[in-house]
């Protein structure tokens, strides 16, 4: 079993900086894959970014390339969302997700069988 905990969402004004937190409480098994995505209402989930638990294969939504940085530190089990230059269309519920086998090519959450309750991110202009 996998449990991840989300933090670091709020409230700011376009242009300004973010950083969310995912902490992974892994049982029995470790995972290989995390990753980042959103979902705003009315609207399906949609990947953000994702990166393999050894530290490469980063990959990102065109939408936030350049933008936003995923990262992670093993020492404390936990994965971040950097993100910068933030827009009103990046307002959304960001979840933190995690797979056991290797990352796939693209970010599909039907490949992510854990996931993190969300954190609300809100981008006001």
């Known amino acids: 079993q996998v449990q991840l905990v989300e933090s670091g969402g709020g409230s700011v004004q376009a242009g300004g900086s973010l950083r969310l937190s995912c902490v992974g409480h892994?049982?029995?098994?470790?995972?290989?894959?995390w990753a980042w995505f959103r979902q705003a209402p009315g609207k399906a989930r949609e990947g953000v970014a994702r990166?393999?638990?050894?530290?490469?294969?980063?990959r990102y939504a065109d939408s936030v390339k350049g933008r936003f940085k995923i990262s992670r530190d093993t020492s404390k089990n936990t994965i971040y969302l950097q993100m910068d230059t933030l827009k009103p269309e990046d307002t959304a519920k960001y979840f933190c997700?995690?797979?056991?086998?290797?990352?796939?090519?693209?970010?599909?959450?039907?490949?992510?069988?854990?996931w993190g309750q969300g954190t609300q991110v809100t981008v006001s202009s």
């Open positions: 892994e049982r029995d098994i470790s995972v290989k894959c």
């Open positions: 990166e393999h638990s050894a530290g490469a294969s980063e």
């Open positions: 997700a995690a797979r056991i086998g290797d990352c796939r090519a693209g970010i599909d959450p039907d490949d992510y069988p854990y």
